[in-house]
C-alpha cells in the first residue's frame, strides 16, 4: 500500500483541515481496519455524488482541495499572474513531493476499496476551469512539472469559487460572494439586431478586460430588448479571461463598500458588478451608495471593478413635474433637479436601446425558430409574429421567446 506524508506540508496545510483529509489520514495509518476505510470512502462517494466527480476520488479530492481552497502559493500567483518569489515555489514543490501520490497513484493502492478507481457518478459533470487543470496536468509526473501546472492554472483562474464560476451573487447574511452554479446566458449570435450597442457594449468591456481606460455602463431603454441578456452575455464570451460578473439587488446597496474590499484581493480578474432593472423613487437614499462607488468615496473604487447597470429610466431617480414646478417648497429649485440626474450622468456610457422594427421584430422570431429546425414562410411568420404583437407587450426580443415558446408547445403540430 501506498503511503501519504501529509503532515509535513509547509504552504498547503489548510487542507488537513478537511473532513474527508483527515478521515483518509485515518484509514491509511490503520490499513487493517476496514471500517476506517470504507467510512472514509462512503463519505467519499457522497462528496462525488455531489460535485460530479468520476474517474480516481482520491485524486479528484485533491485537485478539488488545491483549486478551491487554495493555500499561500495559489494566492499569491493569483495576484501576481503566475510569479512567485523562490523561496515560496521551492516550499510549494516540497508539497507537491508530499502530495504526489495521491495525484498519481491508484485510489486502490492507498485505500483498499475497489469503487474509488473509475468512479462513475449519477450526474457527472466537470467545471471548465477543472476541465483547465487537468489538461494542464496531463502527462506530468514530476513535482516540478506539477508545480508549474498548478501555478499556470492559478494564474488564469485563480482560486476557489472565483476560478469555478462566471457569474456571483452577494450572500448578505454571510456577507460574501456566492457562486452562481446553474448560471444561464446568452451567446451574442443568439442576441439579434442591436448591432450598435453590442458592439459598444463589447468594446468597452474588452478595454477593461485588456487593463485599458473603461467606462461604468447604463442600458436603457424599452422593456425586453435585451439589455440584461448582453451583459450576462459578457460573463459567458470572456469568463476564460478573467471577467466575472456579480448580480446584485438595489436592496443590498448598502454592502458596496464591503464588496468592493473584498474585489481587490483578486488582482487578475476583472469584476463587473451588475444591477438589473435599476430605478429609485424620490424618496430612496440608497442611490449615494451606488454615487459613492462610481466615484470613489473616501477609499477609491478598485480599477479591477466597474458598475453595469439596466433601467427603463433614462433618469434613474423618478422624476415629477412638481420637480420642476418654480412654486415648490425647496429655495434652491435647480438643486433638486441636478440631483435627481446626477446618478444616471456617473455613467460614462450610457447605451440605448429602442422597440426593434417589424423586420428586426420577425428576425428575432425566426432565429430562435431556426435553432429548434423550424423554418416558416415570410409572409406566414409576419402573420402570426404580428398577431402576437398585437395580442401581447408589444415588440420586443422578450415578446419574440414568448411566442416561440407558445408555437412549440401549442401551435406546432397544427
Known amino acids: 500500500m501506498v503511503t501519504l506524508d501529509l503532515q509535513n506540508l509547509l504552504v498547503c496545510r489548510n487542507i488537513l483541515k478537511d473532513k474527508l483529509v483527515q478521515e483518509l489520514a485515518e ?155 446553474h448560471f444561464e446566458a446568452m451567446d451574442f449570435e443568439d442576441i439579434i439586431a442591436y448591432k450598435r450597442q453590442k458592439e459598444q457594449l463589447i468594446g468597452n468591456t474588452l478595454a477593461f478586460i485588456r487593463r485599458r481606460p473603461a467606462n461604468n455602463v447604463l442600458l436603457v431603454g424599452s422593456r425586453g430588448t435585451g439589455k440584461s441578456s448582453g451583459v450576462k452575455a459578457l460573463a459567458k464570451a470572456y469568463y476564460t479571461d478573467g471577467l466575472r460578473l456579480i448580480q446584485m439587488q438595489k436592496s443590498q446597496l448598502s454592502d458596496l463598500p464591503k ?43 478598485p480599477e479591477n ?34 440631483e435627481t440626474i446626477s446618478l444616471s450622468d456617473r455613467f460614462g456610457l450610457i447605451i440605448t436601446y429602442l422597440e426593434p422594427t417589424q423586420d428586426e421584430y420577425l428576425d428575432i422570431i425566426d432565429h430562435y425558430l431556426q435553432q429548434e429546425g423550424i423554418s416558416l414562410d415570410r409572409e406566414e411568420l409576419r402573420i402570426l409574429g404580428h398577431r402576437w404583437n398585437l395580442e401581447h407587450s408589444g415588440r420586443s426580443g422578450r415578446s419574440a421567446r414568448q411566442f416561440v415558446t407558445h408555437y412549440l408547445g401549442q401551435m406546432l403540430d397544427k
Open 27 to 181: 484509514a491509511v495509518a490503520s490499513p487493517d481496519d476496514l471500517s476506517a476505510s470504507h467510512r472514509f470512502a462512503g463519505h467519499l462517494m457522497e462528496k462525488a455524488e455531489q460535485e460530479g466527480w468520476s474517474g480516481n476520488l482520491i485524486r479528484a479530492l485533491f485537485l478539488h482541495l488545491l483549486s478551491q481552497e487554495g493555500c499561500l502559493a495559489a494566492k499569491m500567483a493569483e495576484a501576481a499572474n503566475g510569479k512567485i518569489g523562490t523561496s515560496l515555489k521551492d516550499a510549494f514543490i516540497h508539497d507537491m513531493k508530499k502530495l504526489l501520490p495521491a495525484l498519481s497513484e491508484k485510489a486502490v493502492d492507498i485505500v483498499n476499496v475497489k469503487l474509488l478507481d473509475d468512479y462513475i457518478p449519477s450526474l457527472p459533470q466537470k467545471l471548465e476551469a477543472t476541465e483547465y487543470l487537468e489538461r494542464q496536468l496531463s502527462g506530468k509526473a514530476t513535482p516540478e512539472e506539477i508545480t508549474e501546472a498548478f501555478l499556470t492554472y492559478y494564474a488564469r483562474y485563480g482560486y476557489g469559487e472565483i476560478a469555478s464560476y462566471p457569474a456571483f451573487c452577494w450572500n448578505t447574511k454571510h456577507q460574501k460572494l456566492q457562486g452562481i452554479r
Open 305 to 338: 471593478v466597474l458598475i453595469y447597470a439596466t433601467s427603463n429610466r433614462r433618469h434613474l431617480i423618478r422624476e415629477t413635474w412638481r420637480d420642476r414646478n418654480d412654486q415648490q417648497d425647496e429655495m434652491f429649485r435647480n438643486d433638486s433637479i441636478n
Open 259 to 301: 464588496i468592493m474590499a473584498s474585489l481587490r484581493q483578486y488582482a487578475s480578474k476583472r469584476f463587473i458588478i451588475f444591477f438589473d432593472d435599476l430605478s429609485f423613487e424620490e424618496s430612496d437614499s440608497d442611490y449615494k451608495y451606488l454615487k459613492s462607488a462610481i466615484e470613489g468615496g473616501v477609499e477609491s473604487r
